[in-house]
């Protein structure tokens, strides 16, 4: 067993990183998961790109795709009665006021779907009254499990990885604290971890943070990158490897009436 957490730059290579190792290994079974549909497609695309096709032993997939099919269907009988279907994709906090008790309105919509917020719980849930049943079958599933984006994570989430850390799955994550953008979970639950205060989470845990291997930004430009370790000087410094000049290079302030005829006229990245 062995957890690694690479802490990535923008524009590092990081999903080059991620699809190198996962067809590093030949003979094992691999999970890539990450928390966008967009992202699932960028990876399946490199790896066909770097291998001409999708080796059968590598799986991608997104994280609550992830978490319905391998944390909550195979086991849901130990905590509910009722058949889910699916998924319910809140951006807030759901059920509020429903105590935990009432499990089917804590849990669940009308339509008994899950509340999206809630899987990574309700899945600690099942694995908890399974005896571990949960964790021990991902184990015997999948040897190797990354994480893409994982400050993207929030919530129970974090919690659910702290299962996966004392498994016996070897965890490569990675992620870039500063580009905290999405989040799978608004709850209150670990808030203090959310988007770029998520390595604060795994200081005291069972994972080796590697801060210095993907540190070179190959899409921005020094100003940026020299702008962002001032925003984040908590993290390691991101140098840029981008040598490519244009006619209008640097950090501009674009008034909010004058955005689409800037991006019309310059396509920033």
């Given at each position: 067993?062995?957890?690694?957490?690479?802490?990535?730059?923008?524009?590092?290579?990081?999903?080059?990183?991620?699809?190198?190792?996962?067809?590093?290994?030949?003979?094992?079974?691999?999970?890539?998961?990450?928390?966008?549909?967009?992202?699932?497609?960028?990876?399946?695309?490199?790896?066909?790109?770097?291998?001409?096709?999708?080796?059968?032993?590598?799986?991608?997939?997104?994280?609550?795709s992830f978490l319905l099919q391998?944390?909550?269907?195979?086991?849901?009988?130990?905590?509910?009665?009722?058949?889910?279907?699916?998924?319910?994709?809140?951006?807030?906090?759901?059920?509020?006021?429903i105590k935990e008790s009432d499990?089917?309105?804590?849990?669940?919509?009308?339509?008994?779907?899950?509340?999206?917020?809630?899987?990574?719980?309700?899945?600690?849930?099942?694995?908890?009254?399974?005896?571990?049943?949960?964790?021990?079958?991902?184990?015997?599933?999948?040897?190797?499990i990354f994480i893409d984006e994982?400050?993207?994570?929030?919530?129970?989430?974090?919690?659910?990885?702290?299962?996966?850390?004392?498994?016996?799955?070897?965890?490569?994550?990675?992620?870039?604290?500063?580009?905290?953008?999405?989040?799978?979970?608004?709850?209150?639950?670990?808030?203090?971890?959310?988007?770029?205060?998520?390595?604060?989470?795994?200081?005291?845990?069972?994972?080796?943070?590697?801060?210095?291997?993907?540190?070179?930004?190959?899409?921005?430009?020094?100003?940026?990158?020299?702008?962002?370790?001032?925003?984040?000087?908590?993290?390691?410094?991101?140098?840029?490897?981008?040598?490519?000049?244009?006619?209008?290079?640097?950090?501009?302030?674009?008034?909010?009436?004058?955005?689409?005829?800037?991006?019309?006229?310059?396509?920033?990245?």
């Open positions: 067993m062995s957890n690694k957490l690479i802490v990535a730059a923008a524009g590092s290579g990081k999903t080059t990183y991620l699809v190198e190792q996962a067809l590093g290994i030949k003979d094992l079974k691999v999970l890539i998961t990450t928390y966008t549909e967009a992202n699932q497609t960028e990876i399946r695309n490199k790896i066909i790109e770097e291998n001409k096709f999708l080796p059968s032993n590598v799986t991608v997939q997104t994280w609550f391998h944390g909550v269907r195979p086991y849901q009988g130990y905590f509910f009665d009722h058949d889910i279907k699916g998924m319910n994709l809140v951006n807030g906090q759901s059920a509020r006021g499990t089917m309105k804590y849990y669940f919509d009308k339509q008994c779907r899950i509340y999206s917020d809630k899987i990574s719980k309700f899945l600690i849930k099942c694995n908890e009254a399974s005896n571990g049943k949960v964790i021990d079958r991902l184990s015997s599933i999948y040897p190797h994982v400050q993207d994570l929030a919530g129970y989430d974090l919690d659910f990885l702290k299962l996966l850390f004392n498994s016996p799955i070897n965890m490569l994550l990675v992620g870039d604290p500063r580009q905290g953008t999405y989040s799978t979970s608004n709850v209150t639950k670990n808030k203090k971890f959310a988007k770029s205060k998520i390595l604060h989470f795994f200081e005291d845990d069972k994972i080796g943070i590697d801060d210095t291997l993907l540190t070179t930004n190959y899409r921005s430009i020094a100003a940026i990158c020299d702008l962002s370790n001032k925003l984040f000087p908590e993290h390691s410094a991101t140098q840029s490897g981008n040598i490519r000049h244009t006619d209008h290079d640097g950090i501009f302030l674009v008034r909010p009436r004058d955005v689409d005829f800037y991006l019309t006229s310059y396509k920033p990245m």
